[in-house]
């Protein structure tokens, strides 16, 4: 079965500052790529997702990054804020099927 | 956006009884529903694949009569612990299949505590 990696597990950065956490997957035939944020004792919030098809997708701040030669991929976080302050979770799916989390990030944005 | 409901929100129970735990997607046809468990600190672990009207696919190591899961119609899901222990405790979420696409909506997630 499919096993995803996460790294960093903590990471702290300076609020302005620009956050990376990356992903390893073991699948190749995963697809789909998706990138949550989860706040404690709530439901992860989808942040941004990437498919296959796709080696990189932005959305304001927030960059995915895909190598599927190597197999990982990247979340980047630009310009952070207190408010990014969550856990952040990778996953790797073969077409929306079942999702294989990462370990996950704890990020804290210092102020 | 899709809307997927739990319920219950949290739940504290005795040793030895079951739980059921209702998961339902309120605005759109879910053929397939997946649940997690959630540990403290910890990340979401698949423990089964519910389809509409077959049988659950469980995660290797989830024990399927332990944890029964019932996908009865196209908008709900349930998941049962029977004979539920204090390791059982942990926080359980849902998730509906986008019928539309790879996106999975995620439920707001139970809390079960065994006492």
């Known amino acids: 079965g499919e096993n995803v990696e996460q790294h960093p597990s903590t990471l702290s950065v300076q609020e302005g500052d620009s956050a990376v956490i990356k992903c390893t997957y073991s699948d190749s035939a995963s697809n789909y790529f998706p990138w949550y944020k989860q706040e404690l004792g709530k439901r992860p919030q989808l942040i941004i997702d990437?498919?296959?098809?796709?080696g990189e997708k932005k959305d304001q701040r927030i960059a995915v990054t895909l190598n599927k030669t190597a197999k990982h991929f990247s979340l980047h976080i630009t310009e952070t804020q207190p408010e990014d302050s969550a856990v952040y979770f990778c996953?790797?799916?073969?077409?929306?099927?079942?999702?294989?989390f990462g370990t996950g990030t704890s990020l804290t944005v210092i102020p | 956006g899709a809307v997927v409901s739990q319920h219950p929100s949290r739940v504290i129970c005795k040793s030895g009884t079951s739980v059921k735990i209702e998961c339902r997607s309120l605005d759109f046809q879910a053929t397939t529903m997946f649940w997690y468990r959630q540990f403290p600190k910890k990340s979401l672990m698949l423990m089964a694949t519910?389809?509409?009207?077959?049988?659950?696919?469980?995660e290797q190591g989830v024990e399927k009569d332990k944890f029964l899961i019932n996908h009865a119609s196209l908008t709900l899901s349930t998941l049962t612990v029977t004979s539920a222990h204090p390791e059982d405790s942990s926080f359980y979420i849902c998730?509906?299949?986008?019928?539309?696409?790879?996106?999975?909506?995620f439920g707001p997630g139970t809390r079960l505590t065994v006492l």
């Open positions: 519910s389809n509409e009207g077959s049988k659950a696919t469980y």
């Open positions: 990437i498919r296959s098809n796709v």
């Open positions: 998730s509906a299949r986008d019928p539309l696409g790879f996106e999975q909506f």
């Open positions: 996953a790797a799916s073969i077409a929306g099927n079942q999702f294989y």
